[in-house]
């Protein structure tokens, strides 16, 4: 079936401007993470879902950051008044369920540049 | 809480040669271990995990990952190189709050 599909896969825009990124995950998982992959670093956690809710946003870098996943399916990662250190790839994931052998398939990401 | 180091950002092998590409844990309860692979311009792509049964684990592409408690190491290895091996290898541990904690990552070329 589908992968997680993840929209832009390129997203350009303005210091200050406010971005919207976008996560399908794949069909009947429960579960959805959000990870930023800065240059040279590994993907780091930001925000995870269970459902409709967020069960864990302790990633999330400031209150300039807001995911949501309203109907438990498609999530959507917030950034307001985005600044040049916001510029990374920001990765989603999905699992089945959150469990600890439930493994997490992961989109292509988005790649976030802040000019 | 847990976390994971890798040894080596970039590691170098000929083609036919063995990988290895090494990760170490920490983590005061026994830890769930897992090794991805990020190809140019692709997403993580899930080599193998460890979750507690056998400590040899085989993955996909002919890899496999020893887990040993003694040595808190998880290091993945390859008998013999592919130039389509060539890539970005993670290792992550998965933390009590369910999210993954990732390693730098290593960059593996082949040399043909």
């Known amino acids: 079936g589908a992968g997680v599909s993840q929209t832009p896969s390129n997203k350009v825009t303005e210091k200050g401007k406010y971005v919207e990124l976008r996560c399908d995950p794949i069909s009947g998982h429960t579960a959805l993470y959000w990870y930023r992959q800065s240059l040279g670093q590994g993907p780091e956690f930001l925000i995870y879902?269970?459902?409709?809710?967020?069960?864990?946003d302790s990633g999330l870098p400031n209150d300039r950051f807001f995911a949501v996943r309203p109907e438990g399916s498609v999530s959507t990662l917030k950034i307001q008044r985005t600044e040049r250190g916001d510029s990374a790839v920001y990765l989603c994931a999905s699992s089945l369920s959150p469990g600890s052998t439930d493994t997490q398939y992961f989109g292509p990401g988005t790649r976030l540049t802040v000019l | 809480a847990q976390s994971v180091t890798q040894l080596g950002s970039h590691v170098s092998v000929s083609e036919g040669a063995l990988v290895l590409l090494r990760c170490n844990y920490s983590?005061?309860?026994?830890?769930?271990l897992f090794w991805y692979v990020q190809y140019p311009n692709q997403g993580l792509q899930l080599l193998l995990k460890y979750t507690s049964a056998a400590t040899l684990v085989k993955g996909i592409n002919g890899f496999e990952a020893e887990f040993k408690k003694s040595e808190t190491s998880f290091h993945l290895t390859k008998p013999s190189a592919h130039m389509s091996d060539a890539a970005e290898y993670f290792c992550?541990?998965?933390?009590?709050?369910?999210?993954?904690?990732f390693g730098t990552g290593t960059r593996l070329t082949v040399i043909p």
């Open positions: 879902f269970q459902g409709t809710g967020a069960a864990d």
């Open positions: 992550a541990v998965l933390t009590g709050a369910n999210n993954l904690f």
């Open positions: 983590s005061s309860v026994p830890p769930y």
